[in-house]
C-alpha cells in the first residue's frame, strides 16, 4: 500500500479529535529544550551549569535538585560572602576574631 493510503486509512480509524491540535504550556530551558514544568528547566539549566559530576556525570541531576531544593539556604550562604567581600573591602574588621591564613586557606580561628 502506497505511503499516502496507510496513512490516510490510520487517520480514519483514529477518527477525527485526535487529529485537533492543542493548547500547551511548556518551559524553554537555556539549550532550547522544552520542559512540562519550570522546575524541570531549571533543573536542566543547573545541570547544565554544573557540567559532569561524578564518575560518568551520573550524580549531575542529583546535585542540581539539590541545589534547587535548598535555594534560599544557598543565596543566604553567598550572600553572608558577599557581606564579608564588602567589609573586608572597606576595611571593617572584628577586632575579637582573628583567623591564622595559610596559601589562601583558613587554618586557624580564634576569638
Given at each position: 500500500?502506497?505511503?499516502l493510503a496507510?496513512?490516510?486509512?490510520l487517520l480514519r480509524l483514529r477518527g477525527s479529535e485526535s487529529l485537533m491540535a492543542t493548547e500547551c504550556i511548556a518551559y524553554r530551558d537555556s539549550r532550547g529544550e522544552?520542559?512540562?514544568t519550570a522546575e524541570r528547566a531549571t533543573l536542566a539549566d543547573l545541570a547544565s551549569v554544573l557540567g559532569?559530576?561524578?564518575?560518568?556525570?551520573g550524580m549531575t541531576n542529583?546535585?542540581?535538585?539539590?541545589?534547587f531544593d535548598r535555594r534560599d539556604?544557598?543565596?543566604?550562604?553567598?550572600?553572608?560572602h558577599d557581606a564579608i567581600l564588602v567589609n573586608a573591602?572597606?576595611?571593617e574588621r572584628n577586632p575579637d576574631v582573628t583567623a591564622e591564613i595559610d596559601n589562601d586557606k583558613v587554618v586557624e580561628i580564634s576569638a
Open positions: 500500500m502506497h505511503l496507510k496513512l490516510v486509512h522544552l520542559h512540562a559532569r559530576v561524578g564518575e560518568d556525570g542529583g546535585v542540581a535538585k539539590l541545589i539556604d544557598i543565596e543566604r550562604v553567598f550572600a553572608e573591602s572597606a576595611g
